[in-house]
């Protein structure tokens, strides 16, 4: 029963989120236990895993997916909703086994119903390299209806894997203003 999960889980959830609203534009730097009730494996996960590193006093999630999984990554909810204020996504990743491709995913709160969301690719080296994405351009790209940068539902991270498996690591993800 997956009923009880929930009420066991949604505390956290609720004290991550107020502490993501107070540290808006900062979406996530993994250094508390607090915001990790926010983010989890992109759904359905077969063989993927999530953990927490911490490498010269540094802490940065780890994501590892096969060629078996369906588009693995992590995926964010409960952060700020209105992203209108901010021009661009900023995020640091490397991945150690050597390049990978990775898709920065958002969704608004009418993709639950449309399937309509947005998205730009990486390759990700095996060294730490900051990437950014210009929301503005992003949210352009939605030829089919007006895509809602003041009602952002969930971000994700993916990985393109056809054989073997990767691993990603992200740290420091944040908005940048106008």
């Not at 996960?45 to 006093?57: F, H, Q, R």
């Not at 539902?153 to 990603?168: E, Q």
């Amino acid at each position: 029963m997956i009923f009880p999960w929930v009420l066991w889980t949604l505390p956290g959830f609720i004290i991550a989120e107020q502490y993501a609203h107070n540290r808006f534009p900062l979406l996530a730097d993994f250094e508390t236990i607090i915001e990790r009730n926010l983010w989890g494996l992109n759904d359905p996960p077969v063989a993927s895993k999530l953990v927490y590193m911490t490498e010269n006093d540094n802490t940065f999630i780890s994501v590892t997916g096969g060629a078996d999984d369906y588009y693995p990554g992590a995926s964010a909810i409960g952060l700020p909703r209105d992203w209108s204020d901010f021009s661009c996504l900023t995020f640091k990743a490397r991945a150690p086994q050597g390049k990978v491709s990775l898709t920065v995913r958002l969704d608004d709160f009418q993709s639950r119903s449309d399937a309509v969301w947005c998205g730009q690719s990486f390759k990700v080296s095996d060294q730490w390299e900051e990437y950014s994405v210009n929301l503005l351009k992003l949210a352009e790209s939605v030829k089919s209806r007006k895509f809602r940068m003041d009602d952002i539902d969930n971000l994700l991270f993916y990985m393109y894997i056809t054989k073997g498996s990767r691993t990603i690591q992200l740290d420091d993800i944040r908005l940048i203003g106008e």
